[in-house]
């Protein structure tokens, strides 16, 4: 799929928040700039959270409350390799929607049910991101089927 500038993806993601449930967890895939805080802005707006998204590029994780469900979003760049000490589990098997930028470095302490959201830049048009969605696992797959379901409408 294709979004062809920052509304668009903004759009996008609102209807990842609004399809989400307790205990999903996404993996935002994609380089430096490609959209990841961008997106789990939008998924904010989606779960119905008022209060302002900042990256937690320093704090690792920041924990939303008040929307429909809680968003726990995080930002594993600089501590992937400590991977199993940092207690993400927790997070992952919670109440909320985990919404992890990096997360593929993770290796080993990813989540045992997640979907993976790749974000690639087009070098021709600096606006327009691609995206694929891969699941792993049941919950993540109904979760997939959820967004799909919902681009559509
Ligand atoms: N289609 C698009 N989707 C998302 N962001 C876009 C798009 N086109 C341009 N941008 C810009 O790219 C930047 C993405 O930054 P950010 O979301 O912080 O990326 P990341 O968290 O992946 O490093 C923003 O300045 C945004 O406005
Ligand atoms: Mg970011």
């Known amino acids: ?4 500038n920052t509304t668009a993806t903004e759009t996008f993601a609102k209807k990842i928040g609004e399809v989400a449930e307790a205990g999903d967890n996404l993996v935002l895939t994609g380089d430096l700039g490609a959209g990841k805080t961008t997106l789990t802005k939008g998924i ?11 990256s937690p590029t320093y704090t690792i994780i920041r924990e939303y409350e008040g929307g429909r469900l809680p968003l726990y979003h995080m930002d594993v760049y600089r501590v992937a390799e400590a991977g199993d000490e940092l207690g993400l589990d927790e997070y992952f098997e919670g109440d909320g929607l985990s919404v992890i930028e990096w997360g593929n470095l993770l290796a080993d302490a990813l989540p045992r049910d997640y979907l993976e959201l ?6 021709d048009n600096l606006e327009e991101r691609q995206v694929t ?3 792993y696992g ?7 089927e959820r967004v799909l379901a919902s681009i559509v409408n």
């Open 1 to 4: 799929m294709i979004l062809e």
């Open 44 to 54: 904010a707006l989606g779960l119905g959270i008022q209060q302002m998204i900042k």
């Open 118 to 123: 790749i974000l690639t830049k087009n070098p």
């Open 133 to 135: 969605l891969t699941a």
């Open 138 to 144: 049941e919950k993540s797959q109904a979760f997939k």
